[in-house]
């Protein structure tokens, strides 16, 4: 069912237009990635579609609001650079906000408690949050933009600041997340994208220039390579390769090349029958599907 549909939406400052129609859907229950590099426009829309910012033009309709209100209550939001008062404990963090979305203060006190303890941090609630790592702090906030149980969770780029834990700790609470509300996030981590969200949105010079699944994109633009490992590299391997009608691209790097074919059968069929005659020192022969930051590449270069 579709949530939430976005038509058109459009942000300029001055002459400069930070997103250009942008139209897009989520679905209830779905984790989407907003992908993109930086300066591709996203904190600009997740701030809008949160009612922090307001377009130039376009609309943004959410299920059960067809009457135009505010639907900011059905939205959580987590900025890129959340903002704690630090002499504040975890628990006293998390009932203010809660406070602030009208929710009572057997409530506030409540919703508090089972946030900490689903985002991992229950044992640090009465410590005060300067004291927490970065990891702790991004799942606080989190936790905060979770405490009114909204229909949306929009987070702007919620890893990239954090080591390898606080990033590891994170991606797997988003995969708890995605059980009970719709996300959409940002990032400019391909393999974040890739390993957690159901669907894409990728945004280049904010526009969208491909969504889907990844495995509707890959079929859509689909890439497949080689990449054989040698005991030593010649030039004249990777001079026979290129000859081939099949092959495409050789990318040579150390012992190893990447050959981007059109046909793997038949490419294949022909570099092992020419390393067999001419006896390459071939120590690995792999194929592989292009990754995605492969196809990232070759759709915003089109």
Avoid at 118 to 126: D, F, L, P, R, Y
Avoid at 139 to 159: C, F, N, S, T, W
Avoid at 276 to 298: C, H, K, Y
Wanted: contains cysteine; charged residues 20%.
């Amino acid at each position: 069912m579709t949530f939430v549909t976005v038509n058109q939406l459009t942000k300029q400052f001055d002459k400069n237009i930070v997103v250009d129609h942008l139209s897009f859907s989520l679905q209830s229950g779905s984790c989407v990635a907003l992908l993109g590099p930086n300066g591709a426009g996203k904190t600009t829309t997740l701030r809008m579609l949160a009612g922090l910012m307001q377009p130039t033009n376009g609309s943004i309709d959410m299920e059960g609001n067809s009457n135009k209100s505010d639907y900011r209550a059905n939205i959580g939001y987590l900025p890129q650079y959340p903002v704690f008062h630090s002499w504040m404990t975890g628990m006293e963090f998390l009932i203010y906000v809660a406070r602030l979305a009208h929710l009572t203060k057997r409530e506030a006190t409540t919703r508090a408690e089972a946030m900490l303890d689903q985002v991992g941090i229950s044992e640090a609630k009465h410590r005060r949050i300067g004291k927490y790592s970065g990891g702790m702090k991004q799942r606080l906030g989190i936790a905060q933009a979770m405490i009114h149980q909204p229909k949306l969770l929009l987070l702007d780029e919620p890893v990239s600041s954090l080591d390898p834990i606080g990033r590891r700790e994170v991606l797997d609470l988003l995969e708890e997340l995605k059980q009970e509300t719709t996300i959409l996030f940002s990032t400019h981590i391909l393999s974040d994208a890739e390993e957690v969200s159901d669907e894409l949105l990728l945004l280049h010079n904010g526009r969208i220039v491909e969504s889907g699944t990844l495995h509707e994109l890959k079929e859509a633009h689909p890439t497949t390579h080689l990449t054989i490992s040698f005991t030593k590299l010649e030039d004249y391997y990777i001079t026979s390769l290129q000859q081939l009608q099949e092959v495409t691209e050789v990318i040579p790097e150390q012992s190893r090349v990447t050959i981007q074919v059109t046909d793997v059968q038949v490419a294949r069929h022909k570099i092992l029958s020419l390393a067999s005659e001419e006896n390459w020192p071939i120590t690995s022969f792999e194929v592989g599907q292009a990754s995605l930051e492969d196809l990232f590449m070759r759709v915003v270069n089109r």
